[in-house]
């Protein structure tokens, strides 16, 4: 079992920032790939980016390209997502995950409770 934290949630006016956090324990490192989901209002949970515990292999979607960065810090079992310039569209409730690599995305196995991100213009 793994369990996943999330923190870090807030509002924030456009083209601001904020920066994610999700704690792991249990057996993390059983999942290879740990990653971000969200959720708008009215809209389907959507990956966002994922990447492996050590850090090396990020893939971020089309979106958020060049404004988000997912990293770990494995020794302290953290996933983090920096959020930088953020637009309206970017608020949703966002979700840590761990799991697998599933074609360009990635499946999760073990989900946080989301954190409210929300974006104001």
């Known amino acids: 079992q793994v369990q996943l934290v999330e923190s870090g949630g807030g509002l924030v006016q456009v083209g601001g920032s904020l920066r994610l956090s999700c704690a792991a324990s249990?057996?993390?490192?059983?999942?290879?790939?740990v990653g971000w989901f969200r959720q708008g209002p009215g809209k389907e949970r959507e990956f966002v980016a994922a990447?492996?515990?050590?850090?090396?292999?990020?893939y971020h979607v089309d979106s958020v390209k060049g404004r988000f960065t997912i990293s770990t810090d494995s020794a302290k079992k953290m996933v983090y997502l920096q959020m930088n310039s953020l637009k309206p569209e970017d608020t949703a409730v966002y979700y840590c995950?761990?799991?697998?690599?599933?074609?360009?995305?990635?499946?999760?196995?073990?989900w946080g409770q989301g954190t409210q991100v929300t974006v104001s213009s």
């Open positions: 249990g057996r993390a490192f059983s999942s290879p790939v």
């Open positions: 995950a761990a799991g697998r690599v599933g074609g360009t995305a990635m499946v999760g196995d073990y």
């Open positions: 990447v492996d515990w050590s850090g090396k292999i990020a």
